[in-house]
């Protein structure tokens, strides 16, 4: 087809057809382009959203993780008090650390929770806890260590200075892991 054939062609075809045409393709061209547009804003806007939930639910696991922390420390300092009162009061081992057992199985229930949130949510802890536990761990060691012989009678000055050696570490870990807890919860 030569260049007067199309010009014939397109004087055959009513102004309005061609106008319509040409509209209704800028149209759809528009359409094209802002659900593209839209798409992306949407995508975005899905992405944040995402990011705040997650941020959210991180918060919400640090929160459960400092409690538990807190429930943790509270009962091992109220531990290490019973048996330094116990000493004051020259108490048997065995009294010591009757007390002291019951409510250790209340507050070794939440240890593996404490763990599992740890390893799922807060990795970089790992090394907190596990210098929290070595200290528990010392505490244990010494109460049970004087346990091997009930009935006799708490040292004071010996006894003292351990249990505030071991009490002073578990401050400093607890006080350590709550640090670090922090500045993952202000780095969200």
């Given amino acids: 087809m030569d260049q007067q054939n199309i010009t014939t062609l397109v004087e055959l075809i009513p102004a309005a057809a061609i106008a319509a045409l040409v509209g209704s393709t800028l149209a759809f061209a528009g359409v094209v382009y802002t659900n593209r547009k839209s798409e992306k804003r949407m995508i975005a806007q899905h992405e944040h959203e995402r990011r705040l939930k997650l941020r959210d639910i991180k918060i919400e696991r640090a929160e459960e993780l400092y409690v538990l922390l807190k429930h943790w420390r509270e009962q091992v300092l ?105 500045e993952l919860v202000h780095k969200l």
């Fill in 78 to 182: 109220s531990d290490i008090r019973k048996y330094q009162n116990a000493i004051n009061e020259n108490k048997t081992v065995e009294e010591a650390t009757k007390n002291i057992r019951e409510s250790r199985e209340e507050s070794n229930t939440n240890i593996p929770k404490t763990e599992a949130l740890i390893a799922l949510h807060f990795p970089s802890l790992k090394g907190g806890f596990e210098q929290v536990r070595c200290s528990n761990d010392k505490l244990v060691k010494l109460v049970m260590g004087y346990s091997e012989s009930p009935n006799s009678r708490l040292e004071n000055d010996q006894t003292k200075a351990e249990l505030a050696n071991v009490e002073k570490s578990l401050i400093d870990d607890f006080e350590n892991m709550y640090g670090q807890l922090a």
